[in-house]
């Protein structure tokens, strides 16, 4: 079966999360528990749309070294695996849990890519994009690629007449957000602080967020999606713009919610759903997820429970 979306992960990362109950600098920290996932936006995406029963294939680059972990999620889900091998090993990002769920990062480096593995990954794309595929290109760039690199990736979508999602930040983001109109992503999925930085000033309330959004809109984005943790998330589109707010979860950690909140996005899309339908669903990977570990989903019902439970505000 043909993939219906196709995640790129330029600088993928095998995820260590470590739980504590505590972090104190400059002591030694007794852990409670830890695991290893396969890790990077676009594979924690590819991912949960393979629980959500959706035929997904993933390109990108994987160090050789260590990328059967990586061929092990990919082969116990079905996902089509079109991912270059470079030299040496892909990154390590460790993180420490403490028992109220905040999280702090240590993102080891990356691989050293080269204008020749961008060309590739952007081949493996262009065989895989065609009209009613969806594209997800998520995360920032190793070392080595220049930040337009996700322009020349959704040049290609374009060429193919796929609707592509980007969720990056910093350079890569602005750099793709100043490409032509003909190149510009279908849907964007920023936070508060990556819109910020993209807008270059504070955005204190939602008429801040709303107004943000709509520049972008202006650029050519059909949907905007900004994610604003325990707020919520704003969708904004030519229907207009929700607000919408999951039910309170349980969780020891809101680690992969932001990919999940894309993976349900993506779903949605792909249904051509409403906007009220797209955020009830997107929102509702997003809490699914904090009660899973690692880049999981659980049983439609539940996915399906949040999304009837998840509130929604319309926002004039």
Not at 27 to 42: I, L
Request: one cysteine or more.
């Amino acid at each position: 079966m043909s993939a219906r979306v196709v995640t790129v992960t330029l600088n993928p990362a095998i995820d260590q999360t470590v739980i504590l109950d505590a972090l104190q600098l400059g002591a030694v920290n007794r852990a409670r528990s830890a695991r290893v996932d396969a890790g990077g936006k676009g594979v924690n995406v590819a991912s949960c749309l393979a629980d959500w029963g959706v035929a997904t294939a993933v390109t990108g680059l994987l160090g050789r070294a260590n990328a059967s972990v990586f061929e092990a999620l990919f082969d116990a889900k079905r996902i089509d695996d079109r991912c270059l091998r470079l030299s040496g090993e892909t990154r390590t990002n460790i993180k420490l849990v403490g028992k109220d769920g905040t999280t702090t990062d240590i993102n080891l480096p990356g691989l050293n890519a080269n204008a020749g593995d961008l060309i590739a990954v952007g081949r493996a794309l262009g065989d895989l994009c065609a009209p009613g595929v969806l594209a997800v290109l998520s995360g920032s760039l190793p070392s080595g690629l220049p930040e337009d690199s996700y322009v020349e990736l959704l040049k290609i979508v374009a060429a193919n007449e796929a609707r592509a999602v980007l969720d990056t930040s910093g350079a890569p983001l602005s750099t793709a957000l100043a490409a032509p109109k003909s190149a510009m992503p279908y849907a964007v999925k920023p936070n508060r602080q990556e819109l910020e930085a993209w807008a270059e000033r504070r955005l204190a309330d939602t008429a801040d967020l709303l107004a943000a959004a709509q520049e972008l809109r202006a650029l050519g984005i059909a949907l905007v999606v900004v994610s604003l943790g325990t707020e919520g998330a704003l969708f904004v589109s030519d229907a207009g713009a929700l607000l919408a707010r999951a039910p309170v979860i349980e969780t020891s950690s809101t680690v992969g919610a932001g990919d999940a909140m894309v993976a349900g996005l993506s779903a949605a899309l792909l249904d051509n759903a409403d906007l009220e339908t797209t955020a009830r669903l997107a929102t509702a990977f997003a809490a699914a997820k904090l009660g899973l570990p690692g880049p999981n989903l659980p049983d439609r019902r539940r996915v399906n429970e949040l999304a009837a439970a998840t509130k929604i505000r319309g926002i004039p």
